[in-house]
């Protein structure tokens, strides 16, 4: 099953280079960095989420699709592998 995910064409600037990303339809919802504190924070600029640190774990790619999957506007991306990592 695909993923619903975030428009690659309207990423926010402030995303580290890489295939996680978040895009400007961020609600600051607070969702990705609960479940991903050390990928996902707040830039207070924007006033929305984004990535600051791309997943380098198994356990922290989990983390980051988990957060793609729970975003409620469907604001973040992968441009890799979509599939759930297994841990």
């Not at 990928?39 to 006033?47: A, I, K, V």
């Not at 991306?77 to 979509?82: A, V």
Request: charged share 25%; proline share 11%; aromatic share 4%.
């Amino acid at each position: 099953m695909q993923t619903p995910m975030a428009n690659p064409n309207t990423k926010n600037p402030g995303n580290v280079p890489g295939p996680h990303y978040v895009d400007d339809s961020c609600i600051d919802c607070d969702l990705c960095r609960e479940n991903a504190p050390m990928l996902f924070q707040r830039d207070e600029e924007l006033g929305m989420s984004l990535v600051f640190r791309q997943p380098s774990t198994p356990e922290e790619r989990h983390q980051a699709h988990e957060a793609m999957q729970g975003c409620p506007t469907e604001s973040i991306g992968d441009d890799g592998d979509h599939e759930m990592p297994k841990l």
